[in-house]
């Protein structure tokens, strides 16, 4: 298995469902009226410090990480689904920065800390939603919202339990083969 220390990503939450324009139509109900659902909320992304990961190594293959969208409202007041959020497992001690700017966004010091890196966005509000006794009849409803977009550089911290330091030809490789099996 290879180690890896750095990766670069694009991670995008999820867009938020539009709202729908439906009126009722019964046989036996003279007069009908609005009954557009309101979209679903798209998907966060959201990070977790998980201790059994030792590398990055998902991460450099996987280059565009993006959560579900929210699903459209539908007739009969029905509200459209919510899009799934998307969990990524970092090893512990990844600190995640900006690769535009430079900024800290997190620091996954703790195992089990989460952290929301794109939130998604707002379902589109139905046309049930507009009708008033002026307008009773609304044919509009709104957009979903829109994706969150962040461009990030994730970075593993590496502590190690011991240092050796000294001069060249110090005999620094010979000790470390003497007192361990590394070769």
């Not at 195992?111 to 009849?137: E, I």
Request: charged residues 25%; hydrophobic residues 35%; proline residues 6%.
């Amino acid at each position: 298995m290879k180690f890896i220390d750095e990766a670069s990503i694009v991670v995008k939450s999820g867009h938020g469902g539009p709202g729908c324009v439906s009126f009722r139509r019964e046989k036996f109900v003279p007069h009908g009226g609005p009954d557009g659902g309101d979209g679903g909320r798209g998907g966060n992304v959201v990070l977790v410090a998980d201790p059994q990961l030792w590398t990055l190594i998902d991460q450099t293959y996987a280059r565009l990480i993006s959560a579900e969208n929210g699903r459209p409202g539908e007739g009969k007041r029905r509200s459209g689904a919510k899009g799934a959020d998307r969990i990524v497992r970092l090893p512990v001690g990844t600190v995640v920065t900006d690769r535009d700017t430079g900024t800290v966004l997190a620091d996954l010091a703790d195992p089990g800390m989460r952290v929301v890196l794109a939130r998604g966005g707002r379902g589109g509000k139905g046309n049930t939603f507009f009708a008033s006794p002026t307008n009773q009849a609304p044919r509009m409803s709104q957009p979903g919202g829109d994706v969150e977009e962040v461009r990030i550089r994730l970075e593993l911290k590496l502590l190690a339990d011991a240092a050796i330091i000294g001069l060249p030809n110090a005999g620094k490789s010979t000790l470390i083969s003497r007192i361990s099996a590394a070769r």
